[in-house]
């Protein structure tokens, strides 16, 4: 069982920047991949960002390559994703995810989640 606790979010003006941080306890950490994902209301849950388990390797959706990018840290057991010239579309709950192994963009193979937290961009 591996816990994530969210946190970071909040409200910011289009332009702005916010850094959302997980924080994991439980099995190992560093076996997992961690990612990023974001659900606005009425839409899927969609794929953001994600990080291989040695941190050499970093994928994002083309809406926010270039503006977001995505850590880790294997001694603290957290990943960051730092958010930066946010627009009004970005705005969602944010989950971090672990998968076991290789990282994905598919929700239905992600292994745990985290309970979200709300970021708001206003135009």
């Known amino acids: 069982q591996v816990q994530l606790v969210e946190s970071g979010g909040g409200l910011v003006q289009t332009g702005g920047s916010l850094r959302l941080s997980c924080a994991a306890s439980?099995?190992?950490?560093?076996?997992?991949?961690m990612g990023w994902f974001r659900q606005a209301p009425g839409k899927e849950r969609e794929f953001v960002s994600a990080?291989?388990?040695?941190?050499?390797?970093?994928y994002y959706a083309n809406s926010v390559k270039g503006r977001f990018t995505i850590s880790r840290d294997n001694a603290k057991n957290t990943v960051s994703l730092q958010m930066n010239s946010l627009k009004p579309e970005d705005t969602a709950v944010y989950y971090c995810?672990?998968?076991?192994?290789?990282?994905?963009?598919?929700?239905?193979?992600?292994?745990?989640w985290g309970q979200g937290t709300q970021v708001t961009v206003s135009s």
């Open positions: 439980g099995r190992t950490f560093s076996n997992y991949a």
């Open positions: 990080i291989t388990w040695e941190g050499t390797s970093t």
């Open positions: 995810a672990a998968k076991l192994a290789r990282p994905t963009r598919e929700p239905n193979e992600i292994n745990y």
